[in-house]
């Protein structure tokens, strides 16, 4: 570290000063000491060294790890079935038998909290994976292409986002009814043109630069230009996109399950529970039922936010 | 200047037209509001009776063409639960929505943009370290949870009326508006001040404030002027977008708190079928937004001298 | 408005303008970069002092110093003065300084479209310049930013003053800059690179227009500069800075026929020039200007210098005089420089 002070981390004021004249870069790194690296290892272990620096985006990464583990085992460390009643023992408070208590049909919370997690991340990266899917490709048709193929996309992009995100969400799964699945497609449908709109600026922005003219001067095919040169610098800010839109699915599902719209009555979501909680359960002293849910969700978004956020920082160190 | 206007607001029309259209073919045609569903069973004479009188035995097409020409006149239908006129419901529920966005954007844009000046000209200070970290939290937390927080913690404390209330109960509009304000500002507010720090931080390294300090100005000036003007550029952009967007509607902070806006308005119809009522909210809703935007397109080319050339 | 701060020009004989032994040094991540080590001149009124170096070479971080624009921290002055008229500018408190600024110590940049406020009129910002330092109206000072872009050639000034800087070409602007740099008639003038970002034809004009109003009002004109060929006709004095120390100063003559430090012999072979009679290779300068974090042991030129020796090593070479009282270099091998020189340019 002190051998090879890395040169985008002192952009302090006393850099500006020294660097005088338009022929220096205020990024570029002395002499001699990038050097001998290999580019593609060199660059990814470069922006993971600076992940590994920010400890908010190393801890949000961890929890990401350990909710996608807990999601997957979820079947067997579930202490109960989540949809099990037991009327015999409704308003259990925390502990015992039930470490997170009961609901007001008797159902074990923690095991309910966990099939909501499973529910929460299969949507979240079902959503994102669906409109990384449809937004990327269709923005960068626009963006390489221009012209026609631009103005009809980005005229689709801005009827769709003049909708509202959730009401338009919500519209969409009460035409289609119930489920995960129509939860899905709404969300994708909503979620596509931020997407689109994101690779298609990007793409707009290196479509004219120097190095795409220089491709484009050997003779190289679109093809080759969009896939080789453009793409791997287009896709970062989508890359980052990515994990903020599992965060925002995840919040939707759980606002139309509150509202009561999206995944069926009885179905342990997070916002369904919270909903429950509040709204149907107002026994002093049950605060827990609303408490954990919510806990929940703020843990999984922030956690994916931290992620996003540390991954812009070690992605471009100009941008904090 | 007024070419951009012009061309400007043609593509606004387009899209809320666009917009509109699906909008009518999603709730009238593919959900029909008459048809029978699980318990509700309707007999095909009476579907046939209520689609006639509504007007929906008609083409789509004329049925929009109907629709839109209704609207001009401010004609916006009627409800179909209790037959009351769609306009004089959302002439109560709009000045509540109204009257929430507008506070809500004055908390954002007052904090929003002092805590990003403040963290950017004292950067790397104390402040600086506090504005990220709260903004951090505040764009990760979802801004439903922290509805049901408020709700669950602080109202019926102190001025803050009490949710669920009883109906007999009535709170003036100020202490009402509070909560659901405070909710919807803090995500906004957070994304403003980042926005707002690093915009600044990005201007005050130009050359041009270096020009001005060394002009004899004050740092009070170069910093509320000179940078000032140029930073405010992209944030005004996202305060004009979000002023759209919550006049649209806050769906979820209305419902939560039970405010008698057209967000819990609508929600209510989306659970009723009230087709006549959601076609009359989402419409409003997208002309909110795609006039804000259009708006800021226009505002924007009038703070950047560069663009308004081109 | 200039009162308080108004410098008695009447005072005790010392220079306009004198920096004496100044040191900058900024604290970074990786060691205290030296940005400024030890650097001494003074110019008066009148006189075009060029300061001529390499980007790093600290230049450009004296002329910031001079107006109090270096921030501190990072930035440190562990020595050194700069005194206008015999009054410490370092050790005058910042308000005193800021009435100074633009009133009697003025400066123009290199790129003149980011130095100018994009979203802001041309003529506003002059005008602005006028208002901060003297009381008057905003009808006044607008009338003499117009009298001003007029005096600096700028065609159609009544147009201009409403135009916004894109709308002005290159030496346009660069003009503008100068009109509202000179708005309050300065003392000094410092010009960092006011040249480097134009067509080399405006440059020409750009330097005779500061050379005409230098005349008209006997400003100070200190230009710094990384390009020998501008200073060459316009300066009176010059400086050769190095990693952040003078290795060379005289007159203009004085550096550009008898040059006695290896770095400036090296800057001349990299210079097409017209005046000699023998046509030779252009050899430029080997290398890179060092780090101003970890300067070279000894003279710091050494690890570029075709003249290095062993004697280079120990110790810092020191400014002292050779032939005559203005001519002064920090070279151990001078005299080496001098012949090498001599054999260069041919029977002279």
Redesign the interface.
């Known amino acids: 570290m002190t051998t090879t002070p890395d040169p985008a981390d002192t952009t302090t004021s006393a850099q500006s000063v020294i660097v005088e004249s338009a022929h220096a870069d205020p990024f570029a790194p002395p002499e001699g000491e990038t050097k001998g690296k290999t580019k593609a290892r060199g660059q990814l272990a470069d922006i993971w060294r600076r992940f590994k620096r920010n400890k908010l985006a190393m801890v949000g990464l961890v929890v990401v790890g350990i909710l996608i583990v807990l999601a997957l085992v979820q079947p067997f460390i579930s202490p109960y079935d989540p949809y099990d009643q037991n009327l015999l023992n409704t308003l259990a408070s925390p502990g015992g038998d039930h470490i997170m208590g009961t609901d007001a049909l008797g159902r074990d919370l923690y095991s309910g909290l966990l099939y909501g997690l499973k529910l929460a991340l299969l949507v979240g990266v079902s959503t994102m994976l669906g409109s990384m899917f449809v937004g990327v490709a269709l923005g960068a048709l626009a963006g390489y292409r221009g012209r026609f193929s631009d103005g009809i996309i980005m005229r689709v992009t801005d009827i769709f986002l003049a909708f509202p995100y959730l009401i338009g969400a919500l519209l969409v799964v009460r035409t289609f009814g119930s489920g995960v699945t129509q939860v899905i497609i709404a969300l994708v449908v909503l979620g596509w043109p931020t997407a689109a709109r994101l690779m298609r600026g990007q793409m707009l922005a290196l479509r004219e630069s120097e190095y795409v003219e220089a491709a484009r001067s050997i003779g190289a095919s679109d093809w080759r230009i969009v896939t080789r040169h453009i793409m791997p610098n287009a896709i970062q800010p989508v890359f980052i996109y990515s994990f903020t839109s599992i965060g925002v699915a995840v919040v939707a599902m759980a606002s139309l399950a509150y509202l009561g719209v999206g995944v069926p009555p009885d179905t342990p979501e997070w916002g369904r529970l919270i909903n429950q909680g509040i709204e149907q359960v107002q026994v002093p002293g049950k605060d827990y039922l609303w408490i954990f849910p919510s806990l929940a969700i703020c843990i999984t978004t922030l956690a994916f936010a931290f992620v996003a956020d540390g991954l812009r920082d070690a992605l471009d160190p100009k941008l904090r | 200047m007024g070419k951009f206007v012009i061309r400007r607001a043609a ?1 606004a029309i ?3 037209i ?2 509109t259209m ?2 009518f073919l ?2 009238f045609v ?2 029909d509001p008459f048809a029978s569903t699980g318990d509700k069973v309707v007999p095909p004479a009476t579907q046939a009776i209520l689609r006639e009188k509504f007007g929906m035995d008609q083409s789509v097409p004329m049925q929009y063409l109907t629709y839109l020409g209704n609207l001009f006149t401010g004609d916006l239908g009627i409800d179909l639960n209790q037959r009351r006129p769609v306009a004089d419901m959302l002439g109560v529920a709009l000045p509540n929505s109204a009257r929430l966005a507008l506070i809500a954007i004055i908390i954002d844009i007052v904090i929003g943009v002092a805590a990003g000046i403040i963290a950017a000209v004292w950067r790397y200070s104390v402040w600086d370290v506090l504005v990220t970290i709260l903004t ?2 505040a ?7 922290i509805g ?2 408020l ?2 913690t602080v109202s019926g404390f102190w001025i803050f009326p009490q949710v ?1 209330r009883t109906f007999t109960e009535l709170a003036p509009w100020y202490t009402e508006v509070l909560l659901p304000a405070f909710t919807l500002a803090i995500v906004d507010a957070a994304f403003i001040a980042r926005l707002m720090r ?1 915009s600044m931080l990005e201007v005050l ?4 404030i ?9 740092e009070r000036t170069v910093i509320m002027k ?1 940078a000032f ?2 930073s405010i550029i992209p944030v005004v952009t996202y305060i004009g977008i979000s002023i759209g ?1 919550l006049l ?2 806050a ?2 902070t209305e ?2 708190f039970q405010y008698n806006g057209i967000g819990f308005l ?2 209510r119809s ?2 009723q079928q009230n087709q006549p009522v ?1 076609m009359a909210i ?1 419409t409003y ?2 002309l909110a ?2 006039a804000l935007s259009m708006i800021v397109d226009i505002l924007y080319a009038y ?4 663009i308004r ?1 081109s | 408005m200039t009162g308080a701060a108004d410098i008695d020009l009447e005072g005790p004989p010392s220079a306009l303008l004198e920096v004496r032994d100044l040191r900058v040094h900024f604290k970074t991540d990786y060691g205290v970069v030296k940005a400024v080590d030890g650097v001494s001149w003074s110019v008066n009124e009148g006189e075009t002092l060029a300061i001529v170096g390499e980007s790093g070479s600290g230049k450009s971080v004296s002329a910031m110093t001079i107006l109090g624009l270096v921030p501190s921290p990072p930035a440190t002055f562990p020595s050194g003065d700069v005194f206008l008229r015999g009054r410490s500018l370092l050790k005058m408190p910042e308000k005193q300084q800021r009435k100074l600024r633009g009133s009697q110590i003025a400066m123009i940049f290199q790129d003149p479209l980011t130095a100018l406020n994009p979203v802001f009129k041309v003529g506003d910002q002059i005008a602005e310049m006028v208002r901060v330092h003297q009381d008057v109206s905003k009808h006044v000072a607008k009338k003499r930013a117009l009298d001003l872009l007029g005096e600096v050639g700028i065609p159609n000034p009544a147009v201009r003053l409403n135009q916004y800087p894109h709308e002005f070409s290159g030496g346009m602007r660069q003009r503008a800059m100068i009109a509202m740099a000179l708005a309050n008639d300065p003392h000094v003038l410092l010009a960092d690179e006011p040249t480097t970002a134009l067509d080399v034809t405006v440059q020409a004009q750009i330097m005779a227009l500061l050379e005409k109003l230098q005349d008209d009002r006997n400003t100070a004109i200190v230009l710094i500069t990384h390009d020998l060929g501008v200073v060459a006709s316009y300066a009176d004095r010059i400086n050769v800075m190095y990693a952040g120390r003078i290795v060379e100063s005289g007159t203009a003559d004085e550096i550009f026929y008898s040059p006695r430090h290896a770095y400036t012999y090296g800057l001349l072979s990299s210079l097409p020039r017209m005046d000699q009679q023998r046509q030779q290779r252009l050899q430029p300068i080997k290398g890179i200007p060092p780090s101003l974090a970890r300067v070279p042991q000894g003279c710091p030129f050494h690890p570029r210098c075709t003249f290095a020796t062993e004697a280079c090593l120990p110790e810092v070479p020191s400014l002292v005089s050779v032939d005559g009282e203005t001519h002064r270099a920090a070279c151990v091998h001078s005299d080496r420089v001098a012949m090498a020189f001599e054999d260069r340019v041919g029977a002279k």
Do not use: C, S
């Open positions: 593509q387009m899209v809320v666009a917009a699906l909008l999603g709730l593919l959900g951090t939290l764009i990760g937390l979802p801004t439903f949870v049901v927080w709700r669950q669920p690093g390294r130009a050359d041009y270096r020009t001005a300090r060394a002009k004899g100005l004050g000179h003007r140029n967007v649209g509607g769906i979820i419902t939560i609508l929600y989306i659970l959601i989402v809703a997208v937004y795609v703070l950047d001298p560069r050339l």
